[in-house]
Structure formats: structure tokens, C-alpha cells
């Protein structure tokens, strides 16, 4: 009997990789998981985790013997880590291979929100370049004021990026951080009252959760745009609508959601948000990496060898 288990949207590419590696059982969603008979569930070991969807002590419960959750993602907000410590499971992620994507992703939202390119593209795309002339002006960004949430391991590539656009930098972050002259913040409402343009890149979970609050927002000002490619979770949504939807602030650019990929219809209505499908790591180069490591850390975790990226 195997003792591995899959679960989540995995593509044929990983699932092909995962069946070739291990001979899995596999799941689309954890709530699956009583269709199994007791023998079935008594042998996993490890498993292999992809969505966004919770797995908690009861999802836990049903796998008596599991001692591994291999995630597929930077972030694992969606595994309960204190339920799987209670345990004695481990948790592991896949960080640093997403890194340059997800940071280049935050960049270009920025650049698209700043200087208008979807709407310029419609312009030119509609006719009206040719019967209405050119497309009105838009705003520097070069040069600018920039705050990120977070300098992690995302939040500094984010940064050395932006450092590359001539802009004067800033961060908060829960302790001060070796950076070639950026400047820090202890709390986020110093930063966004610091910066024209603020760049969330914190972990999900409970702890950020509305960390980028109103307050925060509305510290930002008139000219301040957000870029989030963190979760939905650590913003509060109701409060960016409402200083999008009365210009409180001038724009988003926003890669993740709360309810997604069922997102409130009210930013559909905003021609002033730029709107990208949670796809922050979604190359084939990155996702193949991501695939891999999560694949290491099972194999590993069978051989009894130490995982390789261990996040309990």
C-alpha cells in the first residue's frame, strides 16, 4: 500500500512526476478524503499538498499516520502548522525558486497601473489612436517614492528591482534589515505615509490578517497606488474598494484576492486597478521548480533523510 497521498489541481506535467515518483494516491480535495477506507488512510505517510483550500486538525485526524505535509507554495497560510506541530507532523514549502517571478510580477502591476497600458493598449487596439490621436499622459514612475511590507525574501527582490527604477526606498519589516541605505519603518503606517507606491510582500495567515489597514491606506494618500502579491488576506479589501472607488488613493495592482478566483465584482467596475489571476509564480520554468522541490522534500522525508525546506 502506498504511503503517499496527493491532494489539490495539480497539472499532468506534476501529476505524471508524482505518480512516477512515489505511486500516489490522489485527491482533487481533502474533502475526499472519507471516501478512503481506514486501511487506506492508516498507510500515508507524506503528503503532497496543492490549494488554497484549509487543512486543518480535522482534515489531520483522518490521517493518523501522516508524519509530512509537502506544500506546493511559498505560502502555507492554508495548513494549520499548530494543529500539524500538535501532531508531530512537519510542514514543508517551496521558497526562493518563485522568487524572481513573483517579484517581476509586483514590478510589472506597478509600471501597468502607473502608465495606463492596458488602457493605452485598448486605446490603440479600439482605433482611436488613428481617428482621436495620441493617448492622454500618464505618470513617472522612475524616480518615485517606494514602501515595501515585508522584506523578505520576495520583498528584497521586489526592492532590488525598484532600486534599478532610481526610486527611494523604504520598508518596514519587524526588525531593522541590512540594505544599502533604504529606509525603515517600524510600523506600516510610517511607511505608507513615507511613499507614493506601497508593495505587499508579508506572509498569509491570522497574524497579517488587514495588517495593511485602513489606516494604512488612508495614510498612503491620493497619489499612493498598492501592489499586493502577498494573500488578500493581508489587506483589508473593504477598505482599499472604498479609497479606490472614491479616489482616496489613485490605484492597485493586485494579483491575489480574498475569495478567490470569485472576487468581489466591484473591482471590475475600477479602471484605475490592474487585475491578474493569482498567478504571481505561474511560468513553466518556476512551477516545474516548485514542483520538483516539493518532490525532493517527500523523497527525502522517505529515505530519512533531513528535509530540505522545513518550515516547523
Known sequence: ??????IGPYSDTDSTALDAAFTPV?????AELPSLDDATRNAFTALAYKGHHAFGAAEMDQLPNLELIANYGVGYDAIDVSAADARGIKVTNTPDVLNDDVADLAVAMLLMQVREMEQAS?????????????????RKLSGGRAGIVGLGRIGREIADRLAAFKMDLHYYARSEKETPGWTYHAD???????????????????????????????????????????????VDEAALLDALEQGRIAGAGLDVFLGEPDI???????????????????TVETRAAMGQLQRDNIA??????????AVN
Open 1 to 6: 500500500m502506498t504511503a503517499t497521498l496527493v
Open 188 to 234: 506600516p503606517v510610517s511607511l505608507a505615509e513615507a511613499v507614493d507606491y506601497l508593495v505587499i510582500a508579508i506572509v498569509g495567515g491570522p497574524d497579517t490578517e488587514k495588517f495593511v489597514s485602513k489606516e494604512v491606506i488612508d495614510a498612503l494618500g491620493p497619489r499612493g497606488v498598492v501592489v499586493n502579491i502577498s494573500r488578500g488576506t493581508t
Open 264 to 282: 468581489d465584482k466591484r473591482f471590475y467596475a475600477l479602471d484605475n486597478v490592474v487585475i491578474q489571476p493569482h498567478q504571481g509564480s505561474g
Open 122 to 138: 485598448n486605446w490603440a487596439r479600439s482605433g482611436n489612436w488613428k481617428t482621436k490621436g495620441e493617448y492622454r499622459l500618464n
Open 300 to 309: 527525502a522525508f522517505h529515505a530519512g533523510q533531513p528535509l530540505l525546506t
Open 26 to 30: 490522489t485527491l482533487a480535495s481533502a
